[in-house]
């Protein structure tokens, strides 16, 4: 379910994770898992990133951080599939 009318929608290169994050989302739509959860997971990955790169594993690095994008697109995705957005997902993403 994308963020945007079909009028307002524009080319975003930087929204390379929203396709696998839908599919992530998608999977997870029926499960006891919630976006908070996800968040969690995407901020966990966001600090295995960070230690890789100050390691030197730049590789490494550079995987953690695609998967934190994609985790990003999965919790707000979740969330509007679960019909269930919160104010505390909001300021905790």
């Not at 945007?4 to 929204?15: A, G, M, N, V």
Request: hydrophobic content about 45%.
């Amino acid at each position: 379910m994308p963020k945007l009318p079909i009028k307002y929608r524009f080319l975003d290169l930087s929204d390379y994770g929203r396709s696998p994050g839908n599919w992530i989302a998608s999977k997870l739509q029926y499960t006891k898992l919630n976006a908070i959860h996800v968040t969690t997971l995407f901020i966990i990955t966001g600090f295995i990133a960070i230690g890789f790169l100050l390691n030197g594993y730049l590789i490494a690095s550079a995987f953690f951080i695609i998967l934190k994008s994609i985790l990003d697109a999965a919790d707000g995705e979740l969330s509007r599939l679960k019909k269930n957005p919160s104010y505390v997902g909001r300021y905790y993403d």
